[in-house]
């Protein structure tokens, strides 16, 4: 394939006319029930009533608690796997000799589903029998209600979440860090450069791209994160580590149909914002020379 | 020349997705007319929860049917946990099956029962079905659908041996069970497992059912979901949540309620590691594991629930589901008549014969009740109250309220936000109801 060759627009047609048909379409008839009546009780006749629902999301005393809890989940599980995958990419980059044996071992809780690390962790921070409890009543300490109240909830949620995607973060940077042309090190090697002048003058602004990569998908996911969530608190105790997502399944499941459309709704704003506002940020950093 | 292939081939592509999204309807209606056109007799749909459907005595009463009427039932089980949507979904569009079987409660006003179902109320079989029945199977005031479902009642299992051995009796008001509950705190037994970080095992339904009782009951139930009174407005609403709260702090339900779970209720009670707990009485029969520990289901019995509502305390009567058809098929008659076999006594002792629960119609003779039910019999003659809180209230959610007496028990909220939140839950649903 010619790289410099400019492909006539025709081209894309397809991919956007599936793009159109499948996503964007139904996404927005999709929000277009936010502004309808749509409830469990009314499927048909529908009318619209302007902005009612977003008002009463607004009103909602649970949008505040799940939107802090959203932003703590998608911060503390951006910072946290990015760095740490980070550190652990540079291990396994290094000449050890089990590196491809670890590579693998720190990738298998990505394979796994999100209910299944949920169901995990769930018997491992539980207050009965729990793995960590035993532990702490082993060594004589007693045990703790990780799943009772909202920090220690908020705690073993993301621990769980860090646990499952670390794999992706240190694959991704791995591969980012293999990319980096070896001439580079050898060559400042030859002008005497240390180990530190060299993650900080060429290891990380040449594989700042992918570590934005990780960034970014870790910020997307995290600010998505239902499921686990569901599987280990179902945002409780009370509704102390709600997230948007469980908020929109739990109107969904009381048949406020509009009302959770509605919270998507809200909720998709926020994370195009938010994702919008770091890859404009993130460009900068990319270009670190 | 590239440029038109490249338009065409696009153009392909496109339609063949289309038509691989399209309705593939007329495909079934052909398939369904070959079915029916190949057997001898009418082929009946019927939609449900999968698990429902799967029951031993639903697939024995379709298989007796089938056996003498030559006629076939085409069971389709949806999704367990998302059944009512996906059939909410199907009536919306149409795809009404000529049976749907429901758990009668007050999210069946969503499928527009006057419009869509069969009205029994007159049919012979109503006056066959037991009074603590009765009330799930009316929707405003009419009978849609044949109870036929396993029925327990529920209450509060105890321990008898721990009862002996600490010289408790069964409490016959709200001060004894209080009295009981601190005594055992005393002695280092934790009086009730709660699984509260499930939130729905509060159960705190159980402690409606006397309030909504009654025709001032039914009054009260009018009036709320008119959305004319709130649950502020109804006193003993507001002692339920003073009793939860006093019982936290008081110990009664242990020191880690927040984080128990509905998976520790046999270990929990088969070791001794709990005195009591709301539970219904068909549990010690489908659920425990009676070999494993080292108390057996012997050795609990039933008493009425007290969660501060009333003084004599509460039994809650059975929550059934519901067969009904759809009016507007083309197979009514032949629906009908798998309704009157169903309803036929002869019919359902057989399909329930060996089974635990207690007693849906008046001659139902076939099935086992549980110990707990018969040692308990007189006072739930006495005590019990039909289920009307879940199935009639709108926006009433077992699970959400357990949240907000969750937030209670902690100590996060007071008794009046904690009745706030009941109310907002509620309204909330009540409201995206009537817009």
């Known amino acids: 394939m010619n790289r410099k060759k400019i492909y006539p627009l025709y081209m894309i047609v397809a991919s956007v006319a ?5 996503f964007i379409i139904p996404s927005t008839i999709g929000y277009i029930y936010a502004f309808t009546n749509w409830s469990a009780a009314r499927t048909n006749s529908l009318k619209f009533v302007g902005l009612d629902n977003l008002v009463e999301v607004l009103k909602n005393r649970k949008v505040p608690i799940a939107f802090v809890n959203t932003l703590i989940y998608a911060g503390i599980k951006t910072i946290v796997v990015t760095i740490l995958g980070f550190v652990f990419a540079y291990i396994l980059n290094r000449n050890i000799r089990s590196r491809t044996a670890l590579r693998t071992v720190y990738f298998i809780p990505a394979i796994f589903s999100a209910l299944v690390v949920g169901l995990i962790f ?3 921070f539980q207050t009965r029998h729990g793995t960590i409890n035993n532990i702490l009543n082993a060594l004589g300490i007693d045990s703790i209600q990780w799943l009772g109240s909202r920090w220690s909830a908020i705690f073993a949620i993301c621990f769980a979440e860090i646990w499952r995607n670390i794999g992706y973060a240190i694959i991704i940077t791995l591969a980012g860090m293999q990319s980096v042309s070896t ?7 030859i002008d005497g450069a240390s180990e530190w002048k060299l993650f900080k003058n060429i290891t990380l602004p040449l594989i700042m791209p992918t570590v934005n990569v990780n960034i970014l998908f870790s910020l997307i996911y995290g600010l998505k994160m239902f499921d686990l969530i569901y599987v280990m608190t179902s945002g409780g105790p009370g509704n102390s580590t709600e997230s948007f997502g469980t908020l929109i399944m739990n109107e969904m499941s009381a048949g406020r149909y509009s009302m959770s459309v509605a919270v998507n709704l809200v909720f998709t704003i926020l994370l195009v914002a938010i994702s919008g506002l770091y890859q404009k940020f993130s460009e900068r950093w990319e270009h670190i020379e | 020349m590239k440029k038109k292939l490249a338009l065409f081939l696009t153009g392909i592509f496109a339609a063949t997705l289309l038509i691989g999204c399209g309705n593939s309807t007329e495909s079934n209606d052909s398939n369904e007319s070959n079915e029916e056109s190949a057997g001898s007799g009418v082929t009946l749909t019927l939609y449900g929860n999968a698990d429902d459907l799967a029951k031993p005595y639903m697939t024995k009463i379709i298989d007796l049917y089938e056996a003498e009427s030559g006629n076939k039932i085409d069971v389709q089980g949806l999704d367990t946990n998302n059944a009512e949507t996906i059939a909410l979904t199907k009536f919306t569009t149409g795809d009404i099956p000529d049976l749907y079987i429901h758990f009668g409660n007050s999210n069946l006003l969503n499928f527009n029962c006057e419009e869509n179902f069969y009205d029994f109320t007159e049919a012979e079989w109503v006056s066959d079905i037991n009074e603590t029945v009765l009330p799930q199977t009316k929707v405003n005031g009419k009978i849609y659908g044949l109870p036929f479902w396993e029925a327990s009642i529920s209450g509060c299992f105890y321990n008898t041996k721990i009862f002996e051995d600490q010289g408790l009796s069964v409490p016959t008001t709200q001060e004894e069970f209080d009295a009981i509950c601190d005594k055992l705190v005393e002695v280092g037994i934790q009086p009730i497992y709660l699984a509260a970080s499930d939130a729905w095992p509060i159960l705190y339904q159980y402690a409606f059912d006397p309030i909504f009782s009654g025709d001032d009951g039914t009054k009260l139930i009018e009036q709320l979901n008119s959305n004319t009174i709130t649950y502020s407005d109804i006193p003993q609403i507001k002692d339920m949540l003073n009793w939860f709260k006093k019982a936290a702090e008081r110990g009664w339900f242990g020191e880690s309620y927040m984080t128990d779970t509905w998976d520790y209720t046999s270990e929990v009670l088969g070791e001794g590691k709990a005195a009591m707990m709301f539970c219904w009485d068909t549990w010690f029969d489908t659920d425990f594991d009676n070999d494993s520990y080292t108390y057996k289901k012997d050795d609990f019995g039933l008493m009425p629930v007290f969660m501060g509502t009333i003084d004599d305390g509460t039994f809650e009567g059975p929550n059934v589901n519901l067969m009904m058809v759809n009016k507007n ?20 002792n057989k399909a329930f014969e060996g089974i635990a629960t207690t007693p849906v119609f008046k001659q139902q003779t076939t099935n086992t009740p549980s ?22 209230i709108i926006g009433f959610s077992q699970t959400e309220g357990g949240k907000a007496i969750q937030e209670l028990m902690s100590g996060n909220i007071t008794v009046d936000e904690c009745l706030k939140r009941l109310d907002e839950d509620r309204i909330a649903t009540l409201e995206s109801f009537k817009k």
């Open chain 2, 329 to 348: 098929g083309e197979n009514v008659e032949t629906a009908l008549e798998f309704i009157k076999f169903m309803a036929d006594p002869y019919n359902y």
């Open chain 2, 371 to 392: 110990i707990q039910y018969n040692k308990a019999k007189d006072l739930i003659d006495k005590l019990g109250n039909a289920s009307v809180a879940q199935p009639q």
């Open chain 1, 18 to 22: 599936v793009f159109i048909i499948f």
């Open chain 1, 122 to 124: 769930t018997a491992v």
């Open chain 1, 183 to 189: 001439d580079y090190f050898e060559a400042a090697k």
